[in-house]
């Protein structure tokens, strides 16, 4: 399979929602953060599961903007 195949019947969002529980089971075990992409967002997630949104400010260091 291909992965337009793989993306047109849904198996790459199962593979890829799949990915994400592990690593979140793994950053929690580790007491970790986890980085994703949402939409054009970057979020970390802690090991607690709370989320931020994580932006760059004019001097390239990353700051957390808000808690979602």
């Not at 337009?4 to 690593?23: D, P, Q, V």
């Not at 979140?24 to 054009?40: C, F, M, Q, T, V």
Request: hydrophobic fraction near 35%; aromatic fraction near 8%; charged fraction near 35%.
């Amino acid at each position: 399979m291909n992965l337009i195949n793989l993306f047109k019947s849904g198996k790459l969002t199962k593979i890829a929602h799949e990915a994400t529980k592990r690593a979140r089971k793994e950053a929690k075990e580790a007491n970790a953060s986890i980085y994703y992409k949402l939409g054009k967002d970057w979020i970390r997630e802690d090991a607690q599961g709370k989320r931020f949104i994580v932006k760059r400010n004019q001097n390239g260091e990353k700051t957390e903007i808000s808690y979602l």
